[in-house]
C-alpha cells in the first residue's frame, strides 16, 4: 500500500480510539426497593425477573437493591467472565451482587452491550477478577474501569453497530421461533404415522396427539 492510499483510507474510515472503561463509566450505587426487580443472564442479558420461571421473591428486603436505569450496564460480578452482562432497556433494581455502570455522553450504550461480552474481553475479565477459583471470582468496578477497549469515537457509528446487532438477534430469535414451530408439528405427524402402524406406545400417543 503506498502512501497516498493509506492517508486516502484514513480520511474515508471512521476513526476508532482506545479508551479505558473507567474513563466512559462510573459505578452507580443508587439504592431503591419499590420498582420491578431485574435479572441479568449470560443467555438474556437484562430482564424483568417476573419474567422468569425461577422464584422472583427474593425472600429478603430490598432495601439495599440497586436502581438500574434504562442504558445502563449491569453485570453479574461472579459471572462477568462468561459474558453476564448487558445494557438496560428498562428502569428497575437489582441485586446488590450486581455492578451498575453509568456511561457518559460519549457511549451508545447497546454497542457496549456487544463489546463487553467479546472473548478477549472475557479473558480480561477472568484475569484482573478477584478470588481464588473461577466460582469465587468476582470483578468489582475498579477493575472493571483498568481495562482498555477498542471503540469509534463517533457515537453514530456506535449506535449503527449496535442497531445491526440487536436487528440481527431479532431475526435470529424469530426462526428460532419458527424452527421450533415447525419441528414440533413433524414431530406430531411422525408419532401419529408410528402410532397408526403399531398398537403399543406410539399407538396411544396417536390419540393423545388427536
Known amino acids: 500500500m503506498d502512501g497516498n492510499t493509506a492517508v486516502f483510507l484514513a480520511l474515508i474510515a471512521p476513526a476508532w480510539e482506545q479508551r479505558k472503561l473507567g474513563e466512559l463509566f462510573e459505578e452507580s450505587d443508587e439504592r431503591a426497593s419499590d420498582r420491578e426487580i431485574l435479572s441479568v443472564s449470560v443467555a ?7 419474567e422468569s420461571d425461577r422464584e422472583t421473591n427474593p425472600g429478603a428486603s430490598l432495601a439495599n437493591y440497586k436502581i438500574v436505569h434504562f442504558g445502563d450496564v449491569v453485570y453479574n460480578s461472579m459471572r462477568m467472565w462468561q459474558g453476564a452482562v448487558d445494557a438496560s432497556r428498562y428502569d428497575g433494581i437489582v441485586s446488590p451482587a450486581y455492578v451498575v455502570a453509568r456511561p457518559n455522553s460519549e457511549v451508545y450504550a447497546r454497542f457496549f452491550a456487544r463489546l463487553l461480552r467479546q472473548p478477549m474481553l472475557l479473558k480480561q475479565y477472568q484475569q484482573v477478577s478477584q478470588g ?16 482498555g477497549i477498542s471503540m469509534p469515537v463517533s457515537e453514530n457509528e456506535q449506535r449503527q453497530i449496535g442497531g445491526f446487532f440487536d436487528r440481527l438477534d431479532s431475526l435470529i430469535t424469530l426462526h428460532q421461533r419458527k424452527y421450533c414451530g415447525v419441528a414440533s408439528w413433524m414431530l406430531g405427524v411422525a408419532l401419529v404415522r408410528l402410532g397408526s402402524e403399531s398398537d403399543g406406545a406410539f399407538g396411544e400417543m396417536k390419540h393423545v396427539l388427536r
Open 44 to 50: 438474556n442479558g437484562i430482564y424483568p425477573a417476573s
Open 132 to 147: 481464588n477459583s473461577k466460582d469465587t471470582q468476582v470483578l468489582k468496578f475498579d477493575d472493571f474501569a483498568s481495562i
